[in-house]
T-cell receptor, first 110, second 112 residues
Framework: RKEVEQDPGPFNVPEGATVAFNCTYS??????FFWYRQDCRKEPKLLMS???SGNEDGRFTAQLNRASQYISLLIRDSKLSDSATYLC???????????FGAGTRLFVKA | SQTIHQWPATLVQPVGSPLSLECTVE??????LYWYRQAAGRGLQLLFY??????ISSEVPQNLSASRPQDRQFILSSKKLLLSDSGFYLC???????????FGQGTRLTVV
């Protein structure tokens, strides 16, 4: 089983829609989690961190479910500019590897 | 503030030629450093990581190697490139294990 697994998509949604991605992780000792955004042919950039209580940043909400070992990203009121690949990260506690999920592609259409 | 520089941005190399990609971090000391590769349409594959000068851990057996001659310098090398080495190479750093990582702009390598 991969350490971090994501639905590759693509998710095709109209502008204004709400879309949610899930990411499952296998290492129950992971303490911190992150969502990154990667535009085509660019480097990944940190979108938001996900801590135990979850967090919200404008239209974006990230949540953690430790019991089921998954994190989620909710995007409300989708914009054309949200079209990108979203990567999740569940670093190992005590280790130095930073393993990324394969990413979920999102296309927002007018 | 911290910045990470990676060069070159693009590279076209013939099969069998050597490779040297360089990455430097500014504004911090003793960072963890990483090399990733991303094949077209695929996820990030961790190649190497380093927690200090001269300390390199390899994730995937291959014809690539990495070195860290200075605290904030990380180099990815190959003696003889293969067609399968083509991809998008990304250098990244973080403060410590488990924290968010920050990426350089990447090198797009095409082996022909």
């Amino acid at each position: 089983r991969k350490e971090v697994e994501q639905d590759p998509g693509p998710f095709n949604v109209p502008e204004g829609a709400t879309v949610a991605f899930n990411c499952t992780y296998s290492n129950s000792a992971s303490q911190s989690f992150f969502w990154y955004r990667q535009d085509c042919r660019k480097e990944p950039k940190l979108l938001m961190s996900v801590y135990s209580s979850g967090n919200e940043d404008g239209r974006f909400t990230a949540q953690l479910n430790r019991a089921s070992q998954y994190i989620s990203l909710l995007i409300r009121d989708s914009k054309l500019s949200d079209s990108a690949t979203y990567l999740c990260v569940a670093p190992r506690t005590g280790g130095f590897k930073t393993i990324f999920g394969a990413g979920t592609r999102l296309f927002v259409k007018a | 503030s911290q910045t990470i520089h990676q060069w070159p941005a693009t590279l076209v190399q013939p099969v069998g030629s050597p490779l040297s990609l360089e990455c430097t971090v500014e504004g911090t000391s003793n960072p963890n450093l990483y090399w990733y590769r991303q094949a077209a349409g695929r996820g990030l594959q961790l190649l190497f990581y380093s927690v200090g000068i001269g300390q390199i851990s390899s994730e995937v057996p291959q014809n690539l190697s990495a070195s860290r001659p200075q605290d904030r310098q990380f180099i990815l090398s190959s003696k003889k490139l293969l067609l399968s080495d083509s991809g998008f190479y990304l250098c990244a750093w973080n403060y410590r294990a488990g924290t968010e990582a920050f990426f350089g702009q990447g090198t797009r390598l095409t082996v022909v």
